[in-house]
């Protein structure tokens, strides 16, 4: 059995942010993703998942390394300002690189 190194590049922030983080995925080189309605607490208060609009969407991608690193570089400097974000990434390994 072959295990490839790639990313986990996840997303915690606001869900009216989804699309545009979708699309700055697609932009990264990413071949899909995983999002779904999470709820939580933290610095900017309670976030319930009661209301579409005022929630919190966790997006999940795996990538190369080098584009998450880029990814997370955008995130950064494009959101982390204006936004309610967290973004980190974990070490993986995965059996179907071409996937990715």
Do not use: W
């Not at 933290?42 to 991608?61: C, H, K, M, P, Y």
């Not at 690193?69 to 070490?91: C, T």
């Amino acid at each position: 059995m072959n295990l490839h190194p790639m990313k986990l590049v996840t997303i915690i922030c606001e869900s009216v942010l989804e699309e545009q983080i979708v699309n700055l995925l697609t932009a990264s080189g990413a071949h899909g993703h995983t999002a779904f309605t999470v709820r939580g607490c933290g610095s900017q208060g309670l976030r319930s998942a009661d209301i579409a609009e005022t929630g919190n969407v966790q997006i999940e991608v795996i990538m190369k390394p080098a584009a998450a690193e880029a990814l997370l570089a955008r995130l950064h400097a494009e959101f982390f300002k204006d936004f309610a974000m967290v973004a980190y990434v974990n070490d993986i390994a995965v059996l179907r690189p071409d996937k990715f």
